[in-house]
């Protein structure tokens, strides 16, 4: 089921090995262009043009955008109690993980009478985009809400499409989990027209006005990307999530029923999901295939899953140590990488591209996309090798506040000069001599 990629004899230089990997092919220019028209009409027509969206691509017309409250408390009265235990336990532990990445303002004193501050300051107003397509996803409703709302993020609006089977809203799971995480902005709207949307604002049916946000963050699929390609600039964005991946780096000693199950559990997601196993036994690879095979069969998605193993995205790349194997995972920057080797901690230390880490056994990707704490908002597509997943970083900016005093100013205005004038920007020194009268400052 797997397809296989021989590297024993020699890791290519990482360029190469990039080029050879198994990568899902997802074109997000050429989505570009299917999208700047949904994109155009929300901007010159709004709320009317969203709908009509919806209309077309989601098969139901909401009466308005905004979710009402009773809605919302409907939903969460009628979450199944397990369900809400589950959530309650995931909001806790995210909670408990993100306060811990709260900044605090920082003042370092420069020369006496001169300082720099850096603040950390939340952006005013975001939008969160919850997908609605092959799934329902409650738990990216708590991804996205909880390092916002541990920012300080003040204005949150969750953003899901209409579900025809529901009204024209979205999913109840969704506005349940909003409902329990405190937020009471849900729109019902998807797609390139939710993102432009967030992106341009609007006024509802009812006269509602929908303000506009500052960044928008959230998985979603490809013509969501490709909206938050063309809008990134009019607002933040949080990376260009493309579909989910999964790569395992294991020895003999792992377990191949718990390696396979994990490579299932993650093309469950999309036919074009992708899971990659980079291993030192080709025995092991040998025994999770006899396992794909037994679990494939027996799942629910069934389908989806084979698809996603056969594809060009996943496969088996063969190793001659734990260490080459660390420059394969490493060049591949996975979203998700799981460890189960032998001393998984220690080599877990030496790795440098992932979106998240999981270590062992008993710590498998689904693990963090539910419960373990960690944000399951990832880079994707390579991108951990320079991006971070969702966090409460996302959502602050740092901001320098320089405090001189005439002394401070004084002691180094001569070096401001030379510079300026080495930089042909004369102005740029006059700005600091007129301070003094145009004389040189002693």
């Not at 397809?3 to 004899?9: E, G, H, T």
């Not at 607002?235 to 490579?263: Q, W």
């Not at 095979?293 to 001659?320: D, F, N």
Request: glycine share 8%.
């Amino acid at each position: 089921m797997l397809s296989r990629i021989d590297l024993r004899d020699a890791v290519p230089a990482p360029a190469a090995l990039r080029a050879m990997l198994p990568r899902a092919a997802v074109d997000i220019d050429a989505v570009v262009e299917r999208v700047r028209p949904v994109i155009d009409a929300v901007r010159e027509r709004g709320v009317d043009a969203a709908l009509e969206y919806a209309e077309q691509f989601d098969r139901v017309r909401p009466a308005s955008v905004h979710v009402p409250a009773d809605a919302l408390a409907e939903a969460l009265a009628g979450l199944d109690p397990e369900v809400r235990a589950a959530l309650e336990t995931s909001i806790d532990r995210a909670r408990t993980v993100h306060a811990d990445q709260r900044r605090v303002d920082t003042t370092t004193q420069v020369v006496p009478g001169g300082t720099v501050t850096e603040r950390w300051v939340p952006v005013t107003r975001v939008g969160l985009y919850a997908p609605g397509g092959l799934a329902v996803y409650p738990s990216s409703v708590v991804m996205n809400v909880v390092p916002a709302q541990e920012a300080g993020v003040e204005g949150l609006v969750v953003c899901s499409p209409p579900q025809a089977e529901f009204g024209g809203r979205p999913h109840p799971l969704i506005l349940a989990a909003a409902a329990l995480l405190g937020v009471d902005e849900v729109w019902a709207v998807g797609g390139a027209q939710a993102v432009a949307l967030l992106a341009y604002g609007g006024v509802d049916t009812d006269g509602t006005p929908l303000e506009p946000v500052d960044v928008v963050t959230g998985p979603g699929n490809v013509y969501v990307t490709a909206a938050k390609r063309v809008l990134r600039g009019r607002i933040g964005i949080d990376s260009e999530a493309g579909t989910t991946e999964i790569a395992v780096l294991a020895d003999a000693s792992a377990d191949p029923v718990h390696v396979a199950a994990d490579l299932v559990s993650q093309a469950e997601h999309d036919p074009a999901a992708a899971s990659v196993l980079v291993t030192t036994s080709p025995e092991l690879a040998d025994a999770v295939d006899v396992e794909l095979a037994t679990q494939v069969a027996t799942t629910k998605h069934t389908e989806r899953i084979r698809t996603a193993l056969s594809g060009p995205q996943s496969g088996v790349i063969l190793v001659a140590s734990v260490e080459d194997g660390l420059q394969v995972v490493d060049a591949y920057a996975a979203e998700h990488l799981e460890i189960q080797t032998t001393d998984a901690r220690e080599v877990a230390t030496r790795v440098r591209n992932a979106g998240a880490v999981f270590v062992g056994p008993h710590s498998p990707v689904s693990l963090g996309d539910y419960c373990a704490g960690s944000n399951h908002v990832l880079p994707t597509g390579g991108c951990a090798r320079h991006s971070s997943g969702l966090s409460v970083q996302t959502f602050l900016r740092g901001i320098h506040v320089v405090d001189y005093s005439a002394e401070a100013l004084a002691e180094v205005a001569d070096r401001v000069v030379a510079l300026a004038d080495a930089e042909d920007l004369p102005a740029h020194g006059q700005a600091v001599t007129a301070r003094f009268g145009n004389r040189k400052p002693v």
